[in-house]
C-alpha cells in the first residue's frame, strides 16, 4: 500500500484565502476608484495566489510504494515529475549543489541498475517528511550511501 505525503491543509490554504482577500479588495478598489496603481496591483497578487500558487501546491505530493516513489511538484501547467521503481535502484546518495542563483539546494541522486540517476530536489514537503521517507525506502531495500 502506497503512502502519500501532500502539504498541510492550512500551508495550501494560505495563497488561496490570501487571493479571496486580495480579490475583494481589487474589486472594492476597482469600484470606487477605477482602475488604479494599487487596484491593478491587488488585482495581479489575486490572479497570482489563485491561479498559479495555489493549485500549485493542492498538487504537490510524495507518494512511496514498493513499486513506485513519485514526487510530483511544481506549477499546474509546468508539473515536474520525478519517479522511480524502488526495486531498480542501486543507492542513493544526497547532495547540495549551487543552483543558477548562487544558492546551495539540497538533492537526492538516485542511481538505478541501468547506470543512469535522477537528482530529485529536496523540497519542503520531502523535508517535513524525510525520515519517514527514507524508512519506507529502506524497508523496500534502498541503499542510501548518506543521508542526514
Not at 12 to 25: I, N, Y
Not at 45 to 73: H, Y
Not at 109 to 116: A, E, I, K, N, Q
Amino acid at each position: 500500500m502506497a503512502e502519500i505525503f501532500r502539504l498541510t491543509t492550512a500551508t495550501v490554504a494560505l495563497p488561496a484565502v490570501g487571493g479571496m482577500v486580495a480579490g475583494v479588495f481589487a474589486f472594492r478598489s476597482l469600484r470606487k476608484n477605477g482602475l488604479t496603481r494599487n487596484g491593478l496591483f491587488i488585482s495581479i497578487l489575486c490572479v497570482l495566489a489563485l491561479g498559479i500558487l495555489f493549485p500549485g501546491m493542492a498538487r504537490d505530493r510524495i507518494e512511496v510504494s514498493p513499486q513506485k516513489f513519485r514526487m510530483n511538484t511544481g506549477f499546474w501547467f509546468a508539473p515536474t515529475i520525478h519517479e522511480f521503481d524502488p526495486q531498480q535502484v542501486d543507492h542513493v546518495e544526497f547532495f547540495i549543489a549551487d543552483n543558477r542563483q548562487f544558492r546551495k539546494k539540497e538533492y537526492m541522486r538516485v542511481f538505478l541498475h541501468d547506470g543512469t540517476s535522477d537528482p530529485v530536489p529536496v523540497n519542503t514537503l520531502f523535508r517535513d517528511n524525510q525520515a519517514r521517507i527514507i524508512e519506507l525506502l529502506e524497508s523496500y531495500g534502498v541503499r542510501f550511501a548518506n543521508h542526514p
